[in-house]
T-cell receptor, first 115, second 110 residues
Framework: DAGITQSPRHKVTETGTPVTLRCHQT?????MYWYRQDPGHGLRLIHY???????DKGEVSDGYSVSRSKTEDFLLTLESATSSQTSVYFC??????????????FGSGTRLTVV | QQQVKQSPQSLIVQKGGISIINCAYE??????FPWYQQFPGKGPALLIA?????SEKKEGRFTISFNKSAKQFSLHIMDSQPGDSATYFC?????????FGSGTKLNVKP
């Protein structure tokens, strides 16, 4: 594996509380991503980063913020969690596959439940 | 608006049969089309990918067929095995930014 870990693996939180999910990589890759996975929707991009302090919005960024102060860490924050944010969250890094090709390596996911 | 449309949502195939999953996209700027395989409780893993300058790419039992004019691409799994039972996602994108289909849950019956 490319050395990508997510924490926590599971979390239950109450509506209205802030939540931060962490993604850590060990291989110094430039691009990092946060996706959420929901039945019937596949994987939807929340935010992504193309370098330290360089981030941009994805398809479903409302209610989420991100920070990347170091190459290896990409944090996703739910400022005030809502039940609609109950989901499985995946972090990914873009890894060269050789010959000009590339692909994502995903973490193991964080299952977040907002009650 | 969904950038990538995937079908079918679920698929049941007998062992040894051919599994076919289809995807369509709208954005002609997309220049890379990967497929991912996901087992329960795990993150998706890259399976195979294709660029639009080729019409077919084969790796073992997995083949991507690409139709640029129709803006469609498909995954064929030959000689499907029970171990192939998983959820498959197509994706399309450019410049390290990808959009994913909604997924196909494949069940290969022994």
């Amino acid at each position: 594996d490319a050395g990508i870990t997510q924490s926590p693996r599971h979390k239950v939180t109450e509506t209205g509380t802030p939540v931060t999910l962490r993604c850590h990589q060990t291989e110094n890759h430039r691009y990092m991503y946060w996706y959420r996975q929901d039945p019937g929707h596949g994987l939807r991009l929340i935010h992504y980063s193309y370098g330290v302090k360089d981030t941009d919005k994805g398809e479903v960024s409302d209610g989420y913020s991100v920070s990347r102060s170091k190459t290896e860490d990409f944090l996703l924050t739910l400022e005030s969690a809502t039940s609609s944010q109950t989901s499985v969250y995946f972090c990914a890094i873009s890894v060269p596959q050789g010959a000009g090709e590339y692909g994502y390596t995903f973490g193991s996911g964080t299952r977040l439940t907002v009650v | 608006q969904q950038q990538v449309k995937q079908s079918p949502q679920s698929l049941i195939v007998q062992k040894g049969g051919i599994s076919i999953i289809n995807c369509a996209y709208e954005n002609t700027a997309f220049d890379y089309f990967p497929w991912y395989q996901q087992f329960p409780g795990k993150g998706p893993a890259l399976l195979i990918a294709i660029r639009p300058d080729v019409s077919e790419k084969k790796e073992g039992r997995f083949t991507i067929s690409f139709n640029k004019s129709a803006k469609q691409f498909s995954l064929h799994i030959m000689d499907s095995q029970p171990g192939d039972s998983a959820t498959y996602f197509c994706a399309a994108g450019v410049l390290n930014k990808f959009y994913f289909g909604s997924g196909t849950k494949l069940n290969v019956k022994p």
